[in-house]
T-cell receptor, first 115, second 114 residues
Protein backbone atom coordinates (compact mmCIF):
# COMPACT_ATOMS: atom_id res chain seq x y z
CA UNK A 1 0.00 0.00 0.00
CA UNK A 2 1.13 3.54 -0.63
CA UNK A 3 2.30 5.66 2.28
CA UNK A 4 3.79 9.09 2.87
CA UNK A 5 6.12 10.18 5.64
CA UNK A 6 6.76 13.77 6.60
CA UNK A 7 9.44 13.47 9.25
CA UNK A 8 9.12 16.97 10.65
CA UNK A 9 5.97 17.84 12.59
CA UNK A 10 7.03 21.46 13.12
CA UNK A 11 9.68 23.62 11.49
CA UNK A 12 10.58 27.18 12.40
CA UNK A 13 12.35 29.32 9.83
CA UNK A 14 13.40 32.94 9.98
CA UNK A 15 11.80 35.24 7.48
CA UNK A 16 14.03 35.51 4.44
CA UNK A 17 15.78 32.22 5.11
CA UNK A 18 15.54 29.20 2.84
CA UNK A 19 13.14 26.35 3.48
CA UNK A 20 13.13 22.64 2.80
CA UNK A 21 10.26 20.38 3.87
CA UNK A 22 10.89 16.68 3.62
CA UNK A 23 8.61 14.06 2.14
CA UNK A 24 9.28 10.37 1.62
CA UNK A 25 6.83 8.05 -0.08
CA UNK A 26 6.34 4.36 -0.48
CA UNK A 27 4.74 3.16 -3.69
CA UNK A 28 5.73 0.35 -6.03
CA UNK A 29 4.99 2.01 -9.33
CA UNK A 30 5.51 5.49 -10.69
CA UNK A 31 3.85 7.83 -8.23
CA UNK A 32 1.89 10.98 -8.71
CA UNK A 33 3.17 13.40 -6.06
CA UNK A 34 1.60 16.54 -4.69
CA UNK A 35 2.25 19.27 -2.18
CA UNK A 36 -0.72 21.09 -0.66
CA UNK A 37 -0.76 24.02 1.75
CA UNK A 38 -3.38 24.74 4.37
CA UNK A 39 -3.47 28.20 5.87
CA UNK A 40 -5.15 28.59 9.26
CA UNK A 41 -8.90 28.07 8.97
CA UNK A 42 -8.68 27.40 5.25
CA UNK A 43 -9.02 24.46 2.91
CA UNK A 44 -6.15 22.90 1.03
CA UNK A 45 -4.52 24.63 -1.90
CA UNK A 46 -2.38 22.82 -4.43
CA UNK A 47 1.20 24.13 -4.53
CA UNK A 48 2.64 21.82 -7.15
CA UNK A 49 2.50 18.34 -8.56
CA UNK A 50 4.72 15.80 -10.27
CA UNK A 51 3.50 13.23 -12.77
CA UNK A 52 6.40 12.66 -15.13
CA UNK A 53 9.17 14.42 -16.99
CA UNK A 54 11.45 16.99 -15.41
CA UNK A 55 12.10 15.98 -11.82
CA UNK A 56 12.31 19.59 -10.65
CA UNK A 57 8.82 21.00 -10.47
CA UNK A 58 7.90 24.64 -10.10
CA UNK A 59 4.78 25.65 -8.25
CA UNK A 60 2.91 28.68 -7.06
CA UNK A 61 4.16 31.22 -4.51
CA UNK A 62 7.80 30.58 -5.41
CA UNK A 63 7.87 26.95 -4.26
CA UNK A 64 9.61 24.11 -6.04
CA UNK A 65 10.03 20.41 -5.38
CA UNK A 66 12.41 17.77 -6.63
CA UNK A 67 11.45 14.16 -7.26
CA UNK A 68 14.27 11.74 -6.45
CA UNK A 69 13.28 8.21 -7.30
CA UNK A 70 16.42 6.69 -5.77
CA UNK A 71 15.59 8.26 -2.43
CA UNK A 72 11.78 7.95 -2.72
CA UNK A 73 11.62 11.62 -1.86
CA UNK A 74 9.77 14.70 -3.01
CA UNK A 75 11.10 17.57 -0.90
CA UNK A 76 9.58 21.03 -1.07
CA UNK A 77 11.86 24.07 -1.19
CA UNK A 78 11.65 27.81 -1.20
CA UNK A 79 14.71 30.08 -1.38
CA UNK A 80 13.33 32.89 0.79
CA UNK A 81 10.42 32.44 3.17
CA UNK A 82 7.85 35.15 3.76
CA UNK A 83 5.76 35.52 6.91
CA UNK A 84 2.66 34.66 4.86
CA UNK A 85 4.09 31.19 4.20
CA UNK A 86 3.30 30.17 7.77
CA UNK A 87 0.87 27.30 7.33
CA UNK A 88 0.62 23.53 7.38
CA UNK A 89 2.05 21.66 4.42
CA UNK A 90 0.95 18.26 3.25
CA UNK A 91 2.67 15.91 0.88
CA UNK A 92 0.48 13.36 -0.89
CA UNK A 93 0.95 10.44 -3.23
CA UNK A 94 -1.52 9.11 -5.74
CA UNK A 95 -1.46 5.99 -7.83
CA UNK A 96 0.21 6.70 -11.14
CA UNK A 97 -1.49 4.12 -13.26
CA UNK A 98 -4.40 4.84 -15.58
CA UNK A 99 -6.98 3.35 -13.28
CA UNK A 100 -8.12 4.62 -9.94
CA UNK A 101 -6.25 7.47 -8.34
CA UNK A 102 -6.79 8.14 -4.69
CA UNK A 103 -4.50 10.23 -2.52
CA UNK A 104 -2.63 9.20 0.58
CA UNK A 105 -1.52 12.17 2.64
CA UNK A 106 1.33 12.60 5.03
CA UNK A 107 0.58 13.87 8.52
CA UNK A 108 1.71 17.35 7.66
CA UNK A 109 4.46 19.76 8.63
CA UNK A 110 3.58 22.97 10.41
CA UNK A 111 5.77 25.85 9.26
CA UNK A 112 6.34 28.70 11.67
CA UNK A 113 8.05 31.86 10.42
CA UNK A 114 9.94 33.97 12.89
CA UNK A 115 10.69 37.69 12.35
CA UNK B 1 -18.36 31.75 -6.50
CA UNK B 2 -16.32 28.90 -5.09
CA UNK B 3 -15.94 25.82 -7.29
CA UNK B 4 -16.40 23.39 -4.38
CA UNK B 5 -18.79 24.32 -1.61
CA UNK B 6 -19.57 22.55 1.63
CA UNK B 7 -22.53 23.00 3.94
CA UNK B 8 -22.69 23.55 6.79
CA UNK B 9 -19.33 25.12 7.56
CA UNK B 10 -19.68 24.44 11.25
CA UNK B 11 -21.92 22.04 13.12
CA UNK B 12 -22.28 21.06 16.75
CA UNK B 13 -24.36 18.01 17.49
CA UNK B 14 -24.96 15.43 20.18
CA UNK B 15 -24.01 11.80 20.40
CA UNK B 16 -26.48 9.57 18.59
CA UNK B 17 -27.80 12.20 16.22
CA UNK B 18 -27.87 11.71 12.45
CA UNK B 19 -25.84 14.28 10.56
CA UNK B 20 -25.50 15.00 6.87
CA UNK B 21 -22.68 17.03 5.36
CA UNK B 22 -23.19 18.24 1.82
CA UNK B 23 -20.79 18.99 -0.97
CA UNK B 24 -21.53 20.66 -4.28
CA UNK B 25 -19.20 21.47 -7.15
CA UNK B 26 -19.41 23.54 -10.29
CA UNK B 27 -16.18 22.24 -11.82
CA UNK B 28 -17.92 19.56 -13.86
CA UNK B 29 -15.69 16.87 -12.40
CA UNK B 30 -16.78 13.25 -12.27
CA UNK B 31 -14.74 12.22 -9.24
CA UNK B 32 -15.57 13.30 -5.72
CA UNK B 33 -14.03 12.46 -2.35
CA UNK B 34 -14.64 12.85 1.37
CA UNK B 35 -11.75 13.19 3.82
CA UNK B 36 -11.49 13.86 7.51
CA UNK B 37 -8.66 15.78 9.11
CA UNK B 38 -7.55 15.27 12.68
CA UNK B 39 -4.66 17.16 14.29
CA UNK B 40 -1.41 15.29 13.79
CA UNK B 41 -2.99 12.69 11.51
CA UNK B 42 -3.27 14.55 8.23
CA UNK B 43 -6.17 13.78 5.91
CA UNK B 44 -7.69 10.35 5.66
CA UNK B 45 -10.00 9.17 2.91
CA UNK B 46 -13.52 8.17 3.99
CA UNK B 47 -15.32 7.51 0.71
CA UNK B 48 -14.87 8.30 -2.94
CA UNK B 49 -17.00 8.23 -6.06
CA UNK B 50 -15.73 8.13 -9.63
CA UNK B 51 -19.16 8.71 -11.16
CA UNK B 52 -22.79 8.80 -10.09
CA UNK B 53 -23.10 5.00 -10.04
CA UNK B 54 -19.74 4.34 -8.41
CA UNK B 55 -19.18 4.50 -4.63
CA UNK B 56 -16.08 3.16 -2.90
CA UNK B 57 -14.93 2.90 0.69
CA UNK B 58 -11.76 4.62 1.73
CA UNK B 59 -9.49 3.76 4.62
CA UNK B 60 -11.85 4.89 7.41
CA UNK B 61 -15.43 4.34 6.21
CA UNK B 62 -16.85 2.70 9.36
CA UNK B 63 -19.61 4.83 10.87
CA UNK B 64 -20.11 6.82 7.66
CA UNK B 65 -22.23 6.51 4.54
CA UNK B 66 -22.42 8.56 1.36
CA UNK B 67 -24.84 9.41 -1.40
CA UNK B 68 -24.00 10.68 -4.88
CA UNK B 69 -27.18 12.42 -5.88
CA UNK B 70 -25.82 13.88 -9.11
CA UNK B 71 -22.51 14.55 -10.77
CA UNK B 72 -22.27 17.79 -8.80
CA UNK B 73 -23.42 16.58 -5.36
CA UNK B 74 -21.87 14.17 -2.89
CA UNK B 75 -23.19 13.90 0.67
CA UNK B 76 -21.61 12.33 3.72
CA UNK B 77 -23.81 10.99 6.52
CA UNK B 78 -23.07 10.01 10.06
CA UNK B 79 -25.97 7.75 10.99
CA UNK B 80 -25.35 7.94 14.72
CA UNK B 81 -22.67 10.47 15.57
CA UNK B 82 -20.10 9.71 18.25
CA UNK B 83 -17.55 12.05 19.87
CA UNK B 84 -14.53 10.56 18.06
CA UNK B 85 -16.08 11.71 14.80
CA UNK B 86 -15.33 15.26 15.87
CA UNK B 87 -13.06 16.48 13.08
CA UNK B 88 -12.66 18.76 10.09
CA UNK B 89 -14.26 17.23 7.01
CA UNK B 90 -13.20 18.05 3.47
CA UNK B 91 -14.82 17.34 0.16
CA UNK B 92 -12.68 17.24 -2.98
CA UNK B 93 -13.18 16.76 -6.70
CA UNK B 94 -10.98 15.71 -9.58
CA UNK B 95 -11.11 14.98 -13.28
CA UNK B 96 -8.27 12.84 -14.60
CA UNK B 97 -9.14 13.62 -18.17
CA UNK B 98 -8.44 17.31 -17.83
CA UNK B 99 -6.26 17.79 -14.79
CA UNK B 100 -4.41 14.50 -14.44
CA UNK B 101 -6.44 13.78 -11.33
CA UNK B 102 -5.41 16.81 -9.34
CA UNK B 103 -7.83 17.13 -6.44
CA UNK B 104 -9.51 20.42 -5.60
CA UNK B 105 -10.76 20.90 -2.07
CA UNK B 106 -13.70 22.64 -0.52
CA UNK B 107 -13.34 24.93 2.51
CA UNK B 108 -14.19 22.21 5.02
CA UNK B 109 -16.88 21.52 7.60
CA UNK B 110 -15.94 21.58 11.25
CA UNK B 111 -18.04 19.01 13.09
CA UNK B 112 -18.19 18.73 16.86
CA UNK B 113 -19.98 15.79 18.47
CA UNK B 114 -20.72 16.28 22.15
Amino acid sequence: AQSVTQPDIHITVSEGASLELRCNYSYGATPYLFWYVQSPGQGLQLLLKYFSGDTLVQGIKGFEAEFKRSQSSFNLRKPSVHWSDAAEYFCAVGRGDSGYSTLTFGKGTMLLVSP
Amino acid sequence: DADVTQTPRNRITKTGKRIMLECSQTKGHDRMYWYRQDPGLGLRLIYYSFDVKDINKGEISDGYSVSRQAQAKFSLSLESAIPNQTALYFCATSDPGRTTDTQYFGPGTRLTVL
